[in-house]
């Protein structure tokens, strides 16, 4: 039973650029969560899809967006990069039955230079 | 908003126990929850607590007092294996979702 997994590990960007980041949930899980942890921080919420629809966002600009596919599958993407947005991307996944517990993925290391 | 404090770093023996505060402030209270990190890795769920009292998991324990907005992670026979950060996290009930809120992480080191 694979776990969350997401895609590219590493990645590399320049300013204004735009990024896309993929994230596969844990088998059985519907929901899905991302969010951004600076180096020496704790994840920030960005925001949650269920059901392809974005539930909940946290404070972060439009320059977020994100996508579920039918799936389960998601999707954030990140235009007009910033050196700020260089972090680690986690998403997490939840099931409907356990819906409290969040599985986080390994995360993706984004660097804008 | 939330606001969720834990202390930067601790420092502890192979062996010993050690105690990781949080406190929180925050509306719509609907659980709290403890996380390990290993430096480059994911978190890991440790621990859950929406009622008051002593969660107890093996090793690891956590505590929560809602009165006084306050919790811990207590931490049995440390390990070096236990050397990671540790992150208090805060669900909200928005009625939107399972969302949570994390403290900036407790950073352990365990020295032999």
């Known amino acids: 039973d694979a776990g969350v997994t997401q895609s590219p590990t590493h990645l590399i960007k320049t300013r204004g650029q735009q990024v896309t980041l993929r994230c596969s949930p844990k088998?059985?899980?519907?929901?899905v969560s991302w969010y951004q942890q600076a180096l020496g921080q704790g994840p920030q919420f960005i925001f949650q899809?269920?059901?392809?629809?974005?539930?909940q966002r946290g404070n972060f600009p439009d320059r977020f967006s994100g996508h579920q596919f039918p799936n389960y599958s998601s999707e954030l993407n990140v235009n007009a990069l910033l050196l700020g947005d260089s972090a680690l991307y986690l998403c997490?996944?939840?099931?409907?039955?356990?819906?409290?517990?969040?599985?986080f993925g390994p995360g993706t290391r984004l660097t804008v230079t | 908003g939330q606001n969720i404090d834990q202390p930067t770093e601790m420092t502890a023996t192979e062996g010993a126990i050690v105690q990781i505060n949080c406190t929180y402030q925050?509306?719509?209270?609907?659980?709290l929850f403890w996380y390990q990190q290993h430096a480059g890795e994911a978190p890991t769920f440790l621990s859950y607590?929406?009622?008051?009292g002593l969660e107890e998991k093996g090793r690891f324990s956590s505590f929560l007092s809602r009165s006084k907005g306050y919790s811990y992670l207590l931490l049995k026979e440390l390990q070096m294996k236990d050397s990671a950060s540790y992150l208090c996290a805060v669900k909200v009930n928005n009625n939107a979702g399972n969302m949570l809120t994390f403290g900036g992480g407790t950073r352990l080191m365990v020295k032999p």
């Open positions: 899809y269920y059901e392809e629809e974005e539930r």
């Open positions: 925050t509306s719509g209270f609907n659980g």
């Open positions: 607590n929406v009622l008051d």
């Open positions: 997490a996944s939840s099931a409907p039955t356990t819906s409290y517990e969040q599985y």
């Open positions: 088998s059985g899980h519907d929901t």
